[in-house]
Every structure is written in C-alpha cells, then in structure tokens.
C-alpha cells in the first residue's frame, strides 16, 4: 500500500474514534460535538460561532452564555471555577 493511502485510513479512523466520544469519557476534551448547546442555566441557544473567552474555551471548546455569564464546557455542562 501507498504510504499517503495508510495516512488517510489513519486519519478517518481518528477522526471517527474522536467525533464518537461520548460526554463522560476520559477523552472527553478530545471529542467534537456536532449538537447545538443551551444554557443550563437560563435554557437559552447558544451561537454556532462562539467567542472564547478563556484559553480553556480557546483550546477544549466551550461556551459563555451571553445573557446570564454561565460558563460551559463544549457538550453545555457547566463548569465550575
């Protein structure tokens, strides 16, 4: 097999075990969601397009809720300072 060929089965297969990652799992951070998010605090949707505002909202995905400033992780459970 072509070397650029395993590169692209590699890639897919990763990219399925990440986009699989359920909310609970240790790889967690790693996951990607593909669900819109609500607040769970005052229930209210999320943009698409986020804005970051902390490095952890930056690097792991996340949200801050622009009506009540509840802070959430990428799946819309809150995070705790």
Partial sequence: MNSTVIGYI???GLFIFFSLQKK???F???????KRVF???CNKKQPIRRKTTT???F???GYTCESCQT???K???ELKN
């Fill in 10 to 12: 590699i890639a897919i």
């Fill in 24 to 26: 609970d799992s240790k």
């Fill in 28 to 34: 967690s951070s790693l996951g990607i969601n593909f």
């Fill in 39 to 41: 607040c769970p605090q």
């Fill in 55 to 57: 490095q952890r909202q």
């Fill in 59 to 61: 690097l792991n995905g």
């Fill in 71 to 73: 802070e959430m992780d």
């Fill in 75 to 77: 799946f819309g459970a």
